[in-house]
């Protein structure tokens, strides 16, 4: 009897450290959602990296811990969708602001941020879309002409005065307002 109870609290205990640990997990992927939300991979990465090594238990349930693998490669997903949209939109600012420095940098990220979503199996559709915003971000800003162009040519017709419902108090001679002769005041 002696062996049955003490296997029994040996059990027991056991059930409550994989217990302990799956809830460890839950709030790691409450870290983890929390900065996919905002886009930030590298502090993404490393939770999930964390979650990765708990997982990794051979005592945890099996289905437990596919489900859970696959719900990192999903935050992590989500994590570069959310850099790469916000990198694209910063390039694109960046430019209408005539900050070419900045457009470039923003560039930049934006193409490694892709290039982590389609490791994370990003759909097409959103690969196609974020090259077309870095194709606008990149042909978007810089372009200043400093004399006339050919879309913007020189004017050089002379200015006409508007003469429709203009009031010039310099053409009167005195200031008193003119009466009619054939009025009487």
Known sequence: MGKKDGNAEKEEAERKRIEATMVSIDSG?????????AGNTERSEAAAKRLVESLKNPKLPAPY??????AVDAFLLHAYM?????ACKGAIDAGMHDDIEKRSEMIKKAREHLAGAVKYKAPADFKKQCERMLEVATFSGGVKAKGPTKAKPLDTA?????????FDPDDKKDDK???PQNLKV
């Not at 992927?29 to 939300?37: Q, T």
């Not at 959310?82 to 916000?86: N, Q």
Request: glycine residues 0%; proline residues 6%; charged residues 40%.
């Open 158 to 166: 002379p200015k006409v005065k508007d003469r429709a419902k203009s």
């Open 29 to 37: 992927f409450e870290h983890l959602r929390h900065h996919a939300e």
């Open 177 to 179: 307002p003119t009466v």
């Open 65 to 70: 811990s596919k489900d859970r693998r696959n």
């Open 82 to 86: 959310k850099a790469t949209a916000l």
